[in-house]
């Protein structure tokens, strides 16, 4: 046999042995091998025939290349060895089954899944007023208790008002007389002339001066008052000839000192009219906002009147008063009219009228139209707050939050 076997030749060889074992031959070969690759093979070759030692040979291979590696494959570090994960999964059968790989839908989440940061939701910002005051920029108040708002109002909160509004409020006169004083240049503002009612004042921080008297430095507190008013008295104090509902107030505000020491009286006045003619239900208060809202047509507040008529109620008058009539140049209809049943001590009809306009002589005028004559008129109700039985003619109740609540105040 040669002395040099060329690698081609071993590779032959290698080959016949593993697949012939049995097959004499003059030459022996011994392979080494590991159990997993073949990092190193040495071989040798003898004859019989010839005395020369035998031919020995060192043959190394690559290592072979690495498998990728998936991220289902999890390999024993001790053995090197793949471990078997189980999967339990429902087969469309609906039943259970064991399986080596992963559910398909959980592969096709994990690759469609949005690794990345959850973004933070942005809050939408509100819309800045250019015009705006810096009041009205201010945060408003924590919901706190009485104590934490009464400290935050007295230190904090701006309590800046218009100065027409606050000569009115501190009882110097109406707000249109303050905004005629103060255009009259009788009113001063830190030691200056002021000329302009919107200008916004504090008394409490402001030295205000109304004909050389110095304004207190408190407000009085708002009041809110029932009175059941009398025939024979107007609801405007200007007039001198006659009767006010002021001069009813007298008594109350003589004993205002008191009650409320410190405090400077307030300038009442009432929250709409009724005529000199007409009795029952008017409010009386200083607050000009709750005022304003009560009487404002968009209120819409409904007042119940009880009309005392002459004559005899027939179902035509009933149908002339509920198709209304103009007052003002406007047509005004009436949200319902009633006739009371008859009343031993009471011989002539009474009706009741419920309007919600609010014009003057609006009831008067619906039962003139109607062809009646009206003995006696009276309101018995404003909203939802009905004149006490109990309260007697010329008397008043101070009303309560409630109260204020049933006639659809919310401030």
Not at 82 to 87: A, H, K, V, Y
């Amino acid at each position: 046999m040669a002395s040099s076997i060329s690698s081609l030749h071993l590779h032959h060889l290698i080959f016949f042995s593993k697949h012939y074992p049995s097959t004499s031959s003059s030459a022996a070969f011994t392979f080494l091998r590991p159990s997993r690759t073949f990092p190193h093979i040495s071989c040798s070759s003898s004859s019989s025939s010839s005395p020369s030692p035998p031919a020995e040979f060192n043959i190394t291979f690559a290592p072979s290349k690495p498998k990728p590696k998936s991220q289902f494959d999890f390999i024993d570090g001790g053995t090197g060895r793949q471990l078997f994960i189980p999967w339990i999964t429902r087969g469309e059968d609906g039943n259970l089954q064991l399986q080596t790989q992963p559910p398909a839908r959980l592969l096709h989440e994990l690759a469609n899944a949005n690794t990345g940061k959850p973004k933070k939701k942005e809050k939408p910002k509100k819309p800045v007023n250019v015009g705006a005051t810096a009041s009205a920029a201010a945060p408003p108040p924590p919901t706190r208790s009485k104590a934490a708002r009464r400290f935050y109002n007295e230190n904090f909160r701006d309590s800046a008002q218009r100065l027409s509004k606050v000569l009115a409020a501190a009882g110097v006169a109406s707000r249109r007389s303050s905004e005629e004083l103060i255009f009259a240049g009788k009113v001063t503002v830190n030691g200056s002339v002021c000329n302009t009612p919107q200008t916004r004042v504090d008394p409490a921080k402001d030295m205000i001066y109304v004909n050389g008297n110095r304004l207190p430095k408190k407000l009085p507190p708002k009041v809110y008052i029932a009175l059941n008013k009398p025939k024979g008295y107007i609801c405007s104090s200007g007039e001198k000839e006659s009767k006010s509902v002021m001069e009813l107030f007298d008594d109350y505000l003589s004993g205002w000192g008191k009650l409320n020491p410190g405090l400077p009286k307030p300038r009442l006045f009432t929250v709409g009219r009724l005529d000199v003619a007409t009795s029952g239900l008017i409010i009386v208060t200083n607050d000009g906002d709750f005022a304003q809202a009560l009487t404002h047509p968009s209120f819409k507040l409904t007042k119940e009147y009880i009309a005392t008529v002459e004559g005899t109620v027939g179902n035509r008058h009933l149908m002339a008063i509920t198709k209304g009539t103009v007052v003002d140049g406007v047509h005004c209809t009436p949200d319902s009219v009633e006739l009371l049943p008859r009343q031993p001590d009471m011989p002539r009809a009474r009706l009741r009228i419920v309007v919600h306009e609010g014009r003057n002589h609006e009831v008067r005028e619906l039962v003139k139209n109607a062809g009646l004559q009206i003995y006696a008129l009276k309101r018995v109700r404003i909203g939802g707050y009905r004149l006490p039985v109990d309260l007697g003619i010329g008397k008043h109740i101070e009303l309560k939050l409630g109260d204020l609540k049933a006639m659809g105040w919310k401030g």
